[in-house]
C-alpha cells in the first residue's frame, strides 16, 4: 500500500492563479480530509468528506473547494489564489468515522506571491 | 476561547526526564482524544489515543484524561533527544471531525 499520496510536493503560484492539489489513498477508507498548516500553528480543517459523493465545509473552507468522485481521489482546489493561502497542505484519510488513527499524506507546501 | 489549547512552549527537558504536554478542549461533546507527533517538515504521526477517563499507558507514553475537566494530557517517561518533536493535541467529535490545538514544541537536551 502506498498509503496516502499527495501531488505536488512544492509549488509556487501568482496570486489570482489556479490550481488543484490532489490526493489519492489506496486504503478503501471513506472519510477523507484536507487540512492546513501555518507556520508553528496547528492543523485547521479546510473541507472533509465521509464518502464518495459527499463533501462538507471544516473551519476554513473560504477559497476552496473540493470534489469526491471516487473513494480514492479527494483533489483540493484553490481558485484565484491569495498570499494569505500560502501554507502547508495535509491530505489525511480514515477508515470510517469511529476509526482512530488518521493517516496523514506527506504535504504540499504551497507558496502564492 | 479556542476549541483546543496546549500549553504554548516550547517545552525543554533534559534527556531521562519526564516530559508533560497537556491540552485542554471546550466541547463537551467530544467522544475521542490523540496525540500526534510531527518531526520539522514532516506529517503528523499518531502516537497515542485515549476515549475513557483515566491513564493509558504504551511504552514511554502515558495518555491522561478526565471529561469533567476537559483536559488531556501526555506524559513522556526517560525522555530521549529524539522526542524533539511538536506534539499536536487532537479532538473528535461525534460526527468524525477532528480538532488540533496549536501544538507544543518539546526539545529534550542530551
Known amino acids: 500500500n502506498a498509503g496516502v499520496t499527495q501531488t505536488p510536493k512544492f509549488r509556487i503560484l501568482k496570486i489570482g492563479q489556479s490550481m488543484t492539489l490532489q490526493c489519492t489513498q489506496d486504503?478503501?477508507?471513506?472519510?477523507m480530509y484536507w487540512y492546513r498548516q501555518d507556520p508553528g500553528m496547528g492543523l485547521k480543517l479546510i473541507y472533509y468528506?465521509?464518502?464518495?459523493?459527499?463533501?462538507d465545509k471544516g473551519e476554513v473552507p473560504n477559497g476552496y473547494n473540493v470534489s469526491r468522485s471516487t473513494t480514492e481521489d479527494f483533489p483540493l482546489r484553490l481558485e484565484l489564489a491569495a498570499p494569505s493561502q500560502t501554507s502547508v497542505y495535509f491530505c489525511a484519510s480514515r477508515r470510517r468515522r469511529d476509526s482512530y488513527e488518521q493517516y496523514f499524506g506527506p504535504g504540499t507546501r504551497l507558496t502564492v506571491t | 476561547q479556542k476549541e483546543v489549547e496546549q500549553n504554548s512552549g516550547p517545552l525543554s527537558v533534559p534527556e531521562g526526564a519526564i516530559a508533560s504536554l497537556n491540552c485542554t478542549y471546550s466541547?463537551?461533546?467530544?467522544?475521542?482524544f490523540f496525540w500526534y507527533r510531527q518531526y520539522s517538515g514532516k506529517s503528523p504521526e499518531l502516537i497515542m489515543f485515549?476515549?475513557?477517563?483515566g491513564d493509558k499507558e504504551d511504552g514511554r507514553f502515558t495518555a491522561q484524561l478526565n471529561k469533567a475537566s476537559q483536559y488531556v494530557s501526555l506524559l513522556i517517561r526517560d525522555s530521549q533527544p529524539s522526542d524533539s518533536a511538536t506534539y499536536l493535541c487532537?479532538?473528535?467529535?461525534?460526527?468524525?471531525?477532528?480538532?488540533f490545538g496549536d501544538g507544543t514544541t518539546l526539545t529534550v537536551k542530551p
Open positions: 485515549i476515549y475513557s477517563n
Open positions: 486504503m478503501n477508507h471513506n472519510y
Open positions: 468528506s465521509v464518502g464518495a459523493g459527499i463533501t
Open positions: 466541547d463537551r461533546g467530544s467522544q475521542s
Open positions: 487532537a479532538v473528535n467529535t461525534n460526527a468524525g471531525k477532528s480538532t
